[in-house]
């Protein structure tokens, strides 16, 4: 069965710093990985996904994230903070290009300081 | 923009009581489901539906839940006699064929069981 896991329940950076949020999977096949943002009291919105067309992959608000499959990680980074960009992130894991349910991690929550 | 909406935002109930949760998905998207995540905890997967099916269900969702898309538009999870342990933030969410399972999520209702 696939899993993801999120290291650090919560990081804090400064605005304008570089933002690092750990995510490393577990699959027996090659896997679909995601990033989601959950805002406060809001639902997730979709920040980025790999399926495995390219490794570096781009998402909105200027996060990005690599797959290194020998790492079997899937790291989301971002080159400077913003106080918007403080909410909880989750990463998540699917085995299929169809139609599967999405394997999330426990989430790490993003703290940005002025 | 299509979006995933959910209805009622909060709702509370009694335990033994029946609830039902209500989502409208995005139009032209034919896979559905729910999720569910529990104060301070990750999201976790109850249930996946396709062509008026169950496709597939998580330890969760036991004989007290049943989802139902009852018209065109509607996709609802019933809870049949509500327990202190099902207070949590309900999430549906739903994907299009061949989109690399990337799965649009409401913003949630969050039922709270007294």
């Known amino acids: 069965a696939q899993s993801v896991t999120q290291l650090g329940s919560h990081v804090s950076v400064s605005e304008g710093a570089l933002v690092l949020l750990r995510c490393n999977y577990s699959?027996?096949?090659?896997?679909?990985l995601f990033w989601y943002v959950q805002y406060p009291n809001q639902g997730l919105q979709l920040l980025l996904k790999?399926?495995?067309?390219?490794?570096l992959v781009k998402g909105i608000n200027g996060f990005e994230a690599e797959f290194k499959k020998s790492e079997t990680s899937f790291h989301l980074t971002k080159p400077s903070a913003h106080m918007s960009d403080a909410a909880e992130y989750f990463c998540a894991v699917s085995v299929s290009q169809g139609f599967q349910k999405l394997v999330f991690g426990t989430g790490t929550r993003l703290l940005v300081s002025p | 923009e299509p979006e995933v909406t959910q209805t009622p935002s909060h709702q509370v109930t009694q335990m033994g009581q029946e609830v039902i949760l209500r989502c409208v998905p995005i139009?032209?998207?034919?896979?559905f489901y729910w999720y569910r995540q529990i104060l301070g905890q990750k999201v976790e997967f109850l249930v996946s539906?396709?062509?008026?099916?169950?496709?597939?269900k998580s330890e969760i969702f036991d004989d007290q839940f049943s989802v139902e898309r009852p018209d065109g538009s509607n996709f609802t999870l019933k809870i049949r006699s509500t327990k202190l342990e099902d207070s949590a933030m309900y999430f549906c969410a739903s994907s299009r064929e061949g989109a690399y399972n990337e799965q649009f999520f409401g913003p949630g209702t969050r039922l709270t069981v007294l």
């Open positions: 790999y399926t495995s067309a390219a490794t």
């Open positions: 139009s032209n998207h034919l896979y």
């Open positions: 699959s027996s096949v090659p896997p679909y």
């Open positions: 539906f396709y062509n008026n099916e169950i496709s597939e």
